[in-house]
């Protein structure tokens, strides 16, 4: 989070000096309004008011377009800082171990990626330049009330403590009490979501749908119901802040009587009428100290995904070493066993190598396309004879639109067999020399499974003879030995 504030000083220093115009221009108006209404109540001749009534439209103009300035560079400083943000985490996503996605459920990793880059990119504008700015203007605003009265400034101190250390402390106690909530009951929503998603065929076939619905929004309600109570230390310090007002306007007006002998009417209209705007830059600060927390929480879940993956087992070795041209290896084992975890470290180790996830997207486009993302020059002919070969022949020739036919949702436009299917047709049409294929079979059924594992441990078969083939599957075909 420091190397993101230092990224962008400049611009965070341009918005925090708008913003201490803006708020001191308020700060300026509501001392000359009270100077200039006390004034005019002594009904001095009309030129004597001009200057001050002139400086009040001056401040009031000034407050506006400032204000609308600091926005623009607050804005401007937020954007530019969140795609950074999200380039320097794709960045490391991507140089990451793959193993260390790998165990992250989907709905979870949409959850880090999506609200905590959120949170941490916002960590600039809702937290630092707040907390600066209203830093600025206490200081001003203690300053000018001493010289009028000291009584009166250190009460308007103590007050500024309350409502810009206390009431944040307690929002930020708050958010964290909220954040926990939605680590435990966040990404659990998530899966739920993500497995009705992307299974919704599956279950409803196997009548769980309505089950997985109901768990999804059950987690949702109870997740709404535990942060509402982890929230109640925020109503407190939104509370504080308006006790912290009123007793800096009567700890203004108890020092304006002691001194009203002794200095202008003019002056203790400022004195208890200065302190109202002196707050209105701590208002911004629990929600400040609530969005510094939920920001440091955002940087921990995002830099956990660079992180190793803890081991808490005993992993089989890895692969053999060498894998010679054409060669047919299988990695089975039972879920949990490591078999994608050494398809992975494979695939880091050898040039040419590449791994076609169990999972890979479908993405909402033609089937040309989706075959295509494995090789760009693919022909149409290539793409025809590897749906061919998979068997999804008489399913490409049924397409109103063959390979222009758009999958309107992805995924959710073909069955979990079809899916598998053109997955693996993607591998086949990919001109990797080291093809490593995770459970390439999963969904099938018994007979099309056990043949599709033959043909891949064949060379020659869905593979040309000169291609090596990795396979991880939970069994090998009825009467075949293990090649790895």
Same mark, same amino acid.
């Given at each position: 989070m420091r190397e993101l504030v230092r990224a962008r000083l400049g611009r965070l220093v341009v918005a925090t000096v708008l913003g201490v115009l803006s708020l001191g221009s308020a700060l300026a108006l509501a001392a000359i309004s009270a100077w200039l209404i006390t004034r005019a109540w002594q009904m001095p001749p009309v030129l004597h008011l001009t200057v001050a009534v002139v400086a009040v439209r001056a401040l009031g103009i000034a407050r506006g377009v400032l204000g609308y300035c600091q926005r623009l560079a607050a804005h401007d400083t937020a954007l530019r800082s969140a795609a950074d943000l999200r380039q320097e985490v794709y960045r490391r996503l991507a140089a990451a171990p793959a193993d260390t996605l790998m165990r992250i459920p989907g709905g979870e990793l949409v959850a880090r990626i999506g609200g905590a880059v959120d949170d941490l990119a916002d960590v600039l504008v809702r937290a630092v330049l707040p907390i600066a700015v209203a830093a600025v203007l206490g200081l001003v605003s203690v300053a000018v009330i001493a010289v009028i009265s000291p009584a009166a400034a250190a009460v308007l101190a103590a007050c500024l403590l309350i409502a810009g250390v206390a009431a944040p402390w307690l929002a930020s106690r708050a958010a964290l009490a909220v954040e926990a909530v939605a680590a435990q009951h966040h990404s659990g929503r998530d899966v739920a979501v993500m497995l009705a998603l992307e299974?919704?065929?599956?279950?409803?076939?196997?009548?769980?749908?309505? /089950?997985?619905?109901?768990?999804?929004?059950?987690?949702?309600?109870?997740?709404?119901?535990?942060?509402?109570?982890?929230?109640?230390?925020?109503?407190?310090?939104?509370?504080?802040?308006?006790?912290?007002?009123?007793?800096?306007?009567?700890?203004?007006?108890?020092?304006?009587?002691?001194? /009203?002998?002794?200095?202008?009417?003019?002056?203790?209209?400022?004195?208890?009428?200065?302190?109202?705007?002196?707050?209105?830059?701590?208002?911004?600060?629990?929600?400040?100290?609530?969005?510094?927390?939920?920001?440091?929480?955002?940087?921990?879940?995002?830099?956990?995904?660079?992180?190793?993956?803890?081991?808490?087992?005993?992993?089989?070795?890895?692969?053999?070493?060498?894998? /010679?041209? $054409?060669?047919?290896?299988?990695?089975? =084992?039972?879920?949990?066993?490591?078999?994608?975890?050494? *398809?992975?470290?494979?695939?880091?180790?050898?040039? =040419?190598?590449?791994?076609?996830?169990?999972?890979?997207?479908?993405?909402?486009?033609?089937?040309?396309?989706?075959?295509?993302?494995?090789?760009?020059?693919?022909?149409?002919?290539?793409?025809?004879?590897? *749906?061919?070969?998979?068997?999804? $022949?008489?399913?490409?020739?049924?397409?109103?639109?063959?390979?222009?036919?758009?999958?309107?949702?992805?995924?959710?436009?073909?069955?979990?067999?079809?899916?598998?299917?053109?997955?693996?047709?993607?591998?086949?049409?990919?001109?990797?020399?080291?093809?490593?294929?995770?459970?390439?079979?999963?969904?099938?059924?018994?007979?099309? $499974?056990?043949?599709?594992?033959?043909?891949?441990?064949?060379?020659? =078969?869905?593979?040309?003879?000169?291609?090596?083939?990795?396979?991880?599957?939970?069994?090998?075909?009825v009467g075949v030995p293990s090649p790895a």
């Open positions: 299974h919704a065929p599956e279950l409803r076939v196997g009548g769980r749908l309505d /089950a997985v619905l109901a768990d999804a929004d059950d987690r949702h309600r109870r997740w709404g119901e535990a942060t509402d109570r982890a929230a109640r230390p925020a109503a407190v310090a939104a509370a504080a802040n308006t006790l912290a007002i009123g007793v800096s306007v009567l700890g203004a007006v108890v020092a304006a009587v002691l001194i /009203a002998g002794s200095v202008a009417p003019t002056t203790l209209a400022i004195l208890m009428l200065l302190p109202l705007s002196a707050f209105e830059a701590t208002t911004a600060l629990p929600a400040a100290a609530a969005q510094l927390s939920r920001s440091r929480i955002a940087a921990r879940r995002i830099r956990e995904l660079t992180e190793p993956a803890p081991s808490n087992r005993t992993r089989p070795d890895v692969a053999p070493a060498v894998l /010679a041209p $054409g060669e047919r290896r299988a990695i089975t =084992g039972p879920s949990g066993s490591g078999k994608t975890t050494q *398809l992975l470290k494979l695939s880091e180790t050898y040039d =040419g190598a590449t791994f076609f996830a169990e999972d890979a997207h479908l993405f909402a486009t033609t089937v040309r396309d989706n075959l295509l993302v494995a090789r760009g020059d693919a022909t149409d002919p290539e793409i025809r004879s590897a *749906l061919d070969r998979v068997g999804l $022949g008489d399913w490409l020739d049924a397409l109103p639109d063959g390979l222009s036919t758009v999958l309107v949702g992805g995924a959710a436009a073909v069955s979990a067999g079809q899916r598998r299917r053109l997955l693996l047709a993607r591998a086949l049409v990919s001109a990797a020399p080291i093809v490593l294929l995770d459970e390439p079979t999963e969904h099938l059924d018994a007979v099309d $499974g056990q043949r599709m594992l033959v043909e891949l441990l064949s060379p020659g =078969g869905l593979f040309p003879a000169d291609r090596t083939v990795v396979i991880a599957t939970h069994h090998l075909p």
